[in-house]
């Protein structure tokens, strides 16, 4: 099967998988984190639209991914016309890139987007209390938040004016590859997720 050598480690491709999924999930759990802030692409009108957003969850069993977002910007009503979407992390300390696509299902009234509203802080709440979706043409270079929550937090019960535009997209996996970049010789190496979120797995030619 092969394996590969990496900080002192040796990772076959089962552990590979596991150690990238680790990977994500502590992503997920710190901001100071390299895979804290990913870059997500959907496909539009225009051909492809790219962005960072923060990963917010990540379920290892269910191969899912997660991230917040206003479902009046333009990505939520995107996904709702194609709802394939990729993932790239890059550790550049680590000279790590995992990729990853997969299909995406939003949440907005629904006990999945209350369970992560409930446990937002103010902080992430009041960006979605902003009167004008994200987008919306302006005179001038605004934050778009309500002028009193620009130098303040909002109370516990200000900050129930953004619940309506709050959403979550979670990204079903079906495809991952994992790029090492290395002076002695990159590795790769690709998995794919069946129905039964099983795993197939190969190395790759970098």
Same mark, same amino acid.
């Given at each position: 099967?092969?394996?590969? @050598? ?8 089962? &552990? ?11 992503? =997920? ?9 990913? &870059? ?32 009046? !910007? %333009? ?17 550049? &300390? %680590? ?8 299909? $995406? ?17 103010? !902080?992430?709440?009041?960006?979605? =209390? ?8 302006? $005179?001038?270079?605004? =934050? ?34 994992? @790029?090492? @970049? ?6 790769? &190496? ?10 197939? $797995? ?5």
């Amino acid at each position: 099967m092969g394996t590969v @050598l990496i900080d002192g480690m040796e990772y076959d491709l089962p &552990a590979l998988e596991k150690d990238c999924w680790a990977r994500l999930l502590n992503g =997920s759990l710190g901001y100071k984190n390299p895979f804290h802030n990913p &870059a997500v692409a959907n496909g539009n009108a225009q051909g492809v639209n790219i962005r960072t957003v923060v990963l917010r969850k990540v379920d290892i069993e269910k191969k899912e991914l997660a991230f917040h977002t206003d479902i009046r !910007s %333009g990505k939520w009503e995107e996904l709702k016309v194609n709802n394939a979407n990729s993932w790239i992390f890059y550790d550049p &300390a %680590g000279k790590m890139q995992i990729r990853l696509s997969g299909t $995406a299902t939003l949440h907005h009234d629904d006990a999945f987007a209350n369970k992560a509203w409930h446990k937002s802080t103010m !902080s992430s709440r009041k960006i979605y =209390s902003g009167q004008h979706g994200p987008s919306s043409l302006s $005179a001038l270079p605004v =934050s778009g938040l309500p002028e009193e929550f620009e130098t303040a937090h909002p109370s516990l019960e200000q900050s129930e004016v953004g619940r309506k535009n709050f959403g979550i997209v979670i990204t079903e996996i079906n495809w991952m590859e994992w @790029l090492w @970049l290395n002076s002695a010789g990159h590795r790769r &190496a690709s998995f794919r997720y069946n129905k039964d979120r099983t795993c197939t $797995a190969n190395w790759l030619v970098p």
